[in-house]
T-cell receptor
Framework: RKEVEQDPGPFNVPEGATVAFNCTYS??????FFWYRQDCRKEPKLLMS???SGNEDGRFTAQLNRASQYISLLIRDSKLSDSATYLC??????????FGGGTRLMVKP | DTGVSQNPRHKITKRGQNVTFRCDPI?????LYWYRQTLGQGPEFLTY????????KSRLLSDRFSAERPKGSFSTLEIQRTEQGDSAMYLC????????????FGSGTQLSVL
């Protein structure tokens, strides 16, 4: 089993839609969780950290479920500019930051 | 530009040749990471430095790969006797200590082994 797993997608949604991604992780001792965004042929950039109580940043909401070992990202009112790959990141074995394979989102007019 | 800088942006080499990449992290960051990414996959951890000490190295990393950070500032990643399977984007990232593990990435070095 991979340390961090994501549905690769693609998720094809119309503008204005709400879309959610999940990410599961295997190391129950993990303490740090993040969502990164990666545009085509660009480097990953931090989208948001994920806190135990859940957190929101504008149209983006991140949640952590420690019991089931998954984190989620919800995007409301999708914009064309949200089209990208969303990478889940967890600190795993050896405290290394481990990336999931990414979920590709395509928002269409 | 005070972000993470990587050189070169692109490298084309023939199988069997050695290549070296350089990464200059954000100046106040003492942690430096190397990742490798192939098309359609997430970044794969290679190695990690805190200051000049190499603290973690992926067991997936063959002996042909070596990384250094001699003065705790810039880092180099060398691949000896390159193979076609080494073709990938090599990403460098840095972060600061003090509980903040947020990574800031450079633009990467795209390696093509012919």
């Amino acid at each position: 089993r991979k340390e961090v797993e994501q549905d690769p997608g693609p998720f094809n949604v119309p503008e204005g839609a709400t879309v959610a991604f999940n990410c599961t992780y295997s190391n129950s001792a993990s303490q740090s969780f993040f969502w990164y965004r990666q545009d085509c042929r660009k480097e990953p950039k931090l989208l948001m950290s994920v806190y135990s109580s859940g957190n929101e940043d504008g149209r983006f909401t991140a949640q952590l479920n420690r019991a089931s070992q998954y984190i989620s990202l919800l995007i409301r009112d999708s914009k064309l500019s949200d089209s990208a790959t969303y990478l889940c990141v967890v600190n795993g074995a050896g405290n290394m930051l481990t990336f999931g394979g990414g979920t590709r989102l395509m928002v269409k007019p | 530009d005070t972000g993470v800088s990587q050189n070169p942006r692109h490298k084309i080499t023939k199988r069997g040749q050695n290549v070296t990449f350089r990464c200059d992290p954000i100046s106040e960051h003492n942690r430096l990471y190397w990742y490798r990414q192939t098309l359609g996959q997430g970044p794969e951890f290679l190695t990690y430095f805190q200051n000049e000490a190499q603290l973690e190295k992926s067991r997936l990393l063959s002996d042909r790969f070596s990384a250094e950070r001699p003065k705790g500032s810039f880092s180099t990643l060398e691949i000896q006797r390159t193979e076609q399977g080494d073709s990938a984007m090599y990403l460098c990232a840095s972060s600061s200590t003090g509980g903040d593990e947020k990574l800031f990435f450079g633009s990467g070095t795209q390696l093509s082994v012919l």
